[in-house]
């Protein structure tokens, strides 16, 4: 059975500082990892991972696989309050498009 | 925000009722999946629908049942209510193949009393 751990499961940091989040996986078949914001309802999509070693980057996000040791991080710098969200990885088997979840990292950014 | 929405928003049952829940595709997506998520919990893949049929089902029982309509629009049944069905239900839709073009929907609050 696929299982996804994300860590932590929540963080409380100040405006400003850096986060890493941390994904561990087992799937069957690796495709690919992707990375959502869920900030009230929907989660939006961050990245898609399916290469070790090369970092996705988007303004002050950026994510990172390891197939060998099945794992990713994604890093928030510089962060702001509207960064305050439940950030929720998955993975994506080969077989099809059923994405396994984490429980997600609950992220609060505080003045 | 994207072009797939849900409703209703909210629903309150009793147990033993049955509920439908409907997802409108975003444009030009081929592919609907239904994901149920408790409080505190990542989203648990349901099943999922392309060209009308059930492609991928998660470990739900067979008392969830969906349907695709012919605009890739979708339903999801679920029968026999029980306490532990009250979730948030949340619809994404995707070109087949592609998760990286899944987008989800607000999500329909469901409470089961």
């Known amino acids: 059975e696929d299982k996804v751990v994300q860590s932590p499961l929540s963080l409380v940091v100040h405006e400003g500082d850096t986060v890493t989040l941390n994904c561990s996986y087992e799937v069957t078949n690796f495709r690919s990892l992707l990375w959502y914001k869920q900030e009230k309802k929907a989660p939006t999509f961050l990245f898609m991972l399916?290469?070790?070693?090369i970092e996705k980057k988007s303004g002050r996000l950026s994510s990172i696989l390891d197939k060998k040791e099945l794992f990713s991080i994604l890093n928030i710098t510089a962060t702001q309050t509207g960064d305050s969200a439940i950030y929720l990885c998955a993975v994506e088997p080969g077989t099809a498009s059923k994405l396994t979840f984490g429980t997600g990292t609950r992220l609060q950014v505080t003045l | 925000e994207t072009g797939v929405t849900q409703s209703p928003t909210h629903l309150i049952k009793t147990r033993g009722q049955q509920v439908t829940l409907r997802c409108s595709s975003q444009s030009g997506h081929n592919t609907v999946s239904w994901y149920q998520q408790a409080l505190g919990q990542g989203p648990q893949f349901i099943f999922q629908y392309y060209r009308e049929e059930e492609n991928g089902r998660g470990n739900f029982p067979p008392r969830f049942s969906g349907l695709q309509f012919p605009n890739y629009s979708s339903e999801l049944n679920v029968n026999a209510l029980e306490l532990d069905d009250s979730a948030l239900y949340l619809c994404?839709?995707?070109?087949?193949?592609?998760?990286?073009?899944?987008?989800f929907g607000p999500g329909t609050r469901l409470t089961v009393l």
């Open positions: 399916t290469s070790s070693g």
């Open positions: 994404a839709s995707s070109l087949q193949g592609r998760a990286d073009t899944q987008y």
